[in-house]
């Protein structure tokens, strides 16, 4: 066997892959196991979005697009960032990509090299920091506990700067702890870093629909420091399109070109046809936003209402997406049937194994003290699994 080159060997594999596949080995053995790992709305995309994409294959968008997407699209999110968000930013200043994923991760091959040091909040998404590894740069991590609700201050922002600090990536609302950042507080690390014109900073704003603390708060509003800002979003979570793989970035010309060459050397334009469908989703009926946004809402107040009546969860109020993130930390050194367990992903997997519930543990995410539950599932899936969990952590002792 030829092995694998130096930089894919370098990379972590994801936690969460020993997590599907077990779970997919109880279902196959016929337990009846409830999902709360995926990290997608499980709504369907909505019919004006859906009736778009057909109308596109019947108008032959089956072509190559313009390596950054379609002018129509980039002119809809111009637009729509204009008028949501207040935000000035010219279609050539903005790249689509097969998701945000791709958005995030060309951003940071096209500015990060070796030496380079990117500040990661943690709890931070699984991919941040391996996408650092692939560009051969250095993730500072900076750690916020439940205490603090998950949120960076301004004085740990700074005290994590040094002279070779390029990026720094910011995820509100976060995935994997639903908080969200206030107007003021990121006021607060926008006047840190205009002090230092040296970083860019990658707002990942992809669940900015998902949000039940009002209007959305972007560090791209504040002037000290937009001509150094990022912003990446997309489709998957607003609309329910995760599958139609379109996220895109905003940011300042050269960055937005630089990953535009970068995107014509190994993938070029996003699916033609699900380009279409996003210009739908940008320019129609937004009432589908509201309503799932409600029924999230919803879910969220149930569930965090649930998981408090379990001792030894400590759990925040998440402002948006869909996860909770409790803190399981005052189970550690408990057993079970011979079972001990030792960590977060130690009782992930016990809650899978004894309570047929799929949760992720929190070391993926950069706060081993936690799990990660996503709420994107029904009303009735939550009260039930939420009262498998409880049942199986009463047996640890």
Known sequence: MFPVSDRLAALSPSETLAMSQKSNELKAQGHDVINLSVGEPDFNTPNHIKEAAKLAVDNNFSFYSPV???????????????????????????????????????????????GDEVIIPAPYWVSYPEMVKLADGTSVIVSASIDQDFKITPAQLEAAITPRTKALILCSPSNPTGSVYTKEELKGLADVLAKYPQIIILSDEIYEHINYQGQHESIAQFANVSERVVIINGVSKGYAMTGWRIGWIAAPKWIASACNTLQGQYTSGPCSVAQMAAVAAYTGDQSCIAEMRVAFERRRDLVVGLARQISGLKVNNPGGAFYIFPDCSSYFGKSYNGKVIANAGDLAMYLLEEGHVACVGGGAFGAPECIRLSYATSDDNIVKALARVKDALEKLS
Do not use: D, M, T
């Open 68 to 114: 950054p997407g379609y002018p129509a699209l980039r002119n809809a999110i111009s637009a729509k960032l204009k008028s949501e968000n207040g935000l000035e930013y010219k279609p050539e200043e903005i790249v689509c990509s097969n998701g945000a994923k791709q958005s995030v991760c060309n951003v940071i091959l096209a500015i990060i090299g070796k």
